[in-house]
């Protein structure tokens, strides 16, 4: 996706009410928070963010709107915007995902064995803490594990990138800046 002149390169942070997330973010690219319901309308979204616990009523009520959102994901994916989910805090498959990936709840500090990917800068250094691990088929490629071998981290390329993980710490600024443009 080219960025065009006089418009700005906007992050949708997919919640319900305010988080400390979105300030982070904010400091570092322009990003709004908005519930789900926003894809459906026109917009400039260059990256799209589903955070951790998204699936955890006791969190946030985003959970109930995003599967029937599945092919809107796509979509976006196809027309170069990129799109990165954090762990959902509940066992069982991302059914918003294609190829559905399943998530396993695991929290701990993981030591972490990345691929040659620019997406594993995510976090600094070789060690994270991580809420689970994943189970990605089909198109999903894996790029980092844990020091079980357990895929932490997976995406799938599109004309943008889906990137799933569950690492569970603020990713980097120079991560932010690299998904809220074309990376392919």
Same mark, same amino acid.
């Given at each position: 996706?080219?960025?065009?002149?006089?418009?700005?390169?906007?992050?949708?942070?997919?919640?319900?009410?305010?988080?400390?997330?979105?300030?982070?973010?904010?400091?570092?690219?322009?990003?709004?928070?908005?519930?789900?319901?926003?894809?459906?309308?026109?917009?400039?979204?260059?990256?799209?963010?589903?955070?951790? @616990?998204?699936? !955890? $009523?006791?969190?946030?009520?985003?959970?109930?709107?995003?599967?029937?959102? =599945?092919? #809107?994901?796509?979509?976006?994916?196809?027309?170069?915007?990129?799109?990165?989910?954090?762990?959902?805090?509940?066992?069982?498959?991302?059914?918003?995902?294609?190829?559905?990936?399943?998530?396993?709840?695991?929290?701990?500090?993981?030591?972490?064995?990345?691929?040659?990917?620019?997406?594993?800068?995510?976090?600094?250094?070789?060690?994270?803490?991580?809420?689970?691990?994943?189970?990605?088929? @089909?198109?999903? !490629? $894996?790029?980092?594990?844990?020091?079980?071998?357990?895929?932490?981290?997976? =995406?799938? #390329?599109?004309?943008?990138?889906?990137?799933?993980?569950?690492?569970?710490?603020?990713?980097?600024?120079?991560?932010?800046?690299?998904?809220?443009?074309?990376?392919?």
């Amino acid at each position: 996706m080219k960025r065009r002149r006089g418009v700005k390169m906007t992050i949708a942070l997919l919640w319900d009410r305010p988080l400390l997330y979105e300030r982070y973010l904010n400091e570092h690219a322009r990003c709004v928070r908005v519930l789900p319901t926003a894809l459906l309308a026109p917009n400039n979204f260059t990256l799209i963010i589903v955070p951790t @616990g998204f699936a !955890e $009523p006791k969190y946030t009520s985003i959970g109930r709107y995003l599967n029937p959102l =599945k092919q #809107k994901f796509i979509e976006y994916a196809e027309k170069g915007v990129n799109i990165l989910v954090f762990g959902p805090l509940r066992n069982g498959e991302i059914k918003f995902l294609p190829d559905p990936p399943t998530y396993t709840f695991d929290y701990g500090t993981r030591k972490l064995k990345k691929s040659d990917d620019p997406l594993c800068g995510i976090v600094e250094g070789d060690e994270a803490e991580c809420d689970g691990y994943l189970e990605a088929g @089909g198109e999903w !490629e $894996p790029v980092m594990w844990d020091e079980k071998d357990r895929v932490v981290m997976a =995406k799938r #390329k599109y004309k943008g990138v889906m990137v799933l993980t569950t690492t569970h710490e603020l990713p980097t600024p120079e991560f932010i800046k690299m998904l809220n443009r074309n990376i392919s």
